[in-house]
C-alpha cells in the first residue's frame, strides 16, 4: 500500500484551519450579540425605571419637558424591544433546520411511494 498524497493532507488541513476560522468568527459574532443583548436588557430596566420616576411627577406637574422626555423613554424602550426580538430570532437561525426538514420530508415521501409501489 502507498501512503496517500501529502496534496491531499495539505488540502484537509487547510479544510479544518478553514473551519476553525468560520468557527472562530461565528463565535466572535455571538459574543458581540450576546453583549449587545444584555446592554438592551440593562437599558431597558434602566428606562422602566425612570417612566416609574416621572409619571408621579408628571400627574402633579403637566410640564412639557416631563411629557417629552417621557415620549423620549417610551421611544427608546420601543427600539430596545425590536433589537431584542430581532437579536433573538434572525434568518440564519431556520435556514438549516428547514432546508433539513425539506430533504427528509421529500425522502420520506419517495420511500412511502416506494412501498406503496412494491406492495401494490
Known amino acids: 500500500m502507498q501512503p496517500p498524497p501529502e496534496s491531499s ?6 479544510d479544518i484551519e478553514g473551519n476553525i476560522a468560520e468557527v ?6 455571538l459574543k458581540q450579540r450576546y453583549a449587545q443583548i444584555e446592554s438592551d436588557r440593562q437599558r431597558k430596566v434602566e428606562l422602566k425605571n425612570r417612566i416609574e420616576e416621572i409619571r408621579p411627577q408628571l ?5 412639557p419637558a416631563l411629557s417629552a ?3 423620549e ?3 427608546q424602550l420601543e427600539t430596545i424591544e425590536v433589537n431584542l426580538e430581532s437579536q433573538l430570532f434572525s434568518v440564519d437561525v ?3 433546520p428547514f432546508w433539513q426538514a425539506v430533504r427528509f420530508g421529500g425522502l420520506g415521501i419517495v420511500v412511502g ?8
Open 94 to 96: 431556520f435556514k438549516e
Open 69 to 71: 422626555e417621557l415620549k
Open 113 to 120: 411511494w416506494i412501498l406503496k409501489s412494491c406492495t401494490s
Open 9 to 14: 493532507t495539505d488540502v484537509t488541513n487547510a
Open 73 to 75: 423613554i417610551k421611544t
Open 24 to 29: 472562530e468568527q461565528a463565535l466572535v459574532a
Open 59 to 63: 400627574a402633579n406637574n403637566k410640564l
